[in-house]
């Protein structure tokens, strides 16, 4: 059963341009969640989405960003015109169901770099 | 929203001593507490958790504890080796995982 599967790992975009971050989560779970990290600090959340549902997204930037969880393949993290401040580590991870207290797996990023 | 803190931000010990990192939490309702251990360049790996009807939880080197009351959980490396230097993350889970700052773990050997 493989882990949270996310690519690219390494992602260089020009000011500008859009980035495109993919994960697939792991067998049987539908719930997915999307973190950004950025150098020497913390996760934060971004979005929470279920298949073809976005259950919370208050971390997300008013502009520019946005996800989403088809009802087939992966989940798409969508970053518009990116700007240098967008670069940082994307992190996805995924449960198996609904709940307060479901184990939550992470992927092993997306760096992406804004030149 | 739920908000989480962590104490210290960086930790130095001697390989074989112990590791203890410090979180509170800001809401009472949240009930699953998972630690993270993340190695540079990596994703965070799930380490070992604990949900509210439990005060502690023991998984070899590796203990956790919870004071709902108080709103505080805990960390506990005994018997530390190089290899658990990394940086650690507490969290709290009510809708979401919301974590900690994280804590820069460093075992000299």
């Known amino acids: 059963n493989a882990g949270v599967m996310q690519n690219p790992r390494h992602l260089v975009r020009r000011r500008g341009q859009e980035a495109r971050l993919r994960c697939s989560p792991m067998k049987g779970h539908s719930h997915v969640y999307w973190y950004r990290q950025l150098p020497e600090e913390g996760l934060k959340f971004m979005v929470y989405?279920?298949?073809?549902?976005?259950?919370?997204e208050s971390g997300m930037p008013k502009e520019r960003f946005s996800a989403e969880f088809p009802k087939e393949g992966p989940s798409i993290l969508r970053i518009q015109q990116v700007v240098r401040g967008d670069s940082a580590a994307y992190f996805c991870?995924?449960?198996?169901?609904?709940?307060?207290?479901?184990?939550?797996?992470f992927g092993q990023g997306t760096r992406l770099t804004v030149v | 929203g739920e908000n989480v803190e962590q104490h210290p931000s960086t930790l130095s010990v001697q390989e074989g001593d112990s590791a203890v990192i410090k979180c509170t939490y800001s809401d009472s309702a949240s009930n699953y507490f998972p630690w993270y251990k993340q190695e540079l360049g990596k994703g965070p790996q799930l380490i070992i958790d604990?949900?509210?009807?439990?005060g502690e939880k023991k998984d070899q080197r590796i203990a956790v504890t919870l004071n709902k009351t108080a709103k505080h959980f805990s960390l506990h490396i005994t018997e530390t080796q190089p290899e658990d230097s990394a940086v650690y993350f507490c969290a709290a889970y009510y809708d979401k995982v919301i974590f900690g700052p994280g804590t820069s773990l460093s075992v000299i050997p």
């Open positions: 604990i949900r509210s009807n439990v």
């Open positions: 989405l279920q298949k073809e549902n976005i259950i919370d």
């Open positions: 991870a995924s449960s198996p169901r609904e709940g307060t207290n479901t184990e939550a797996f």
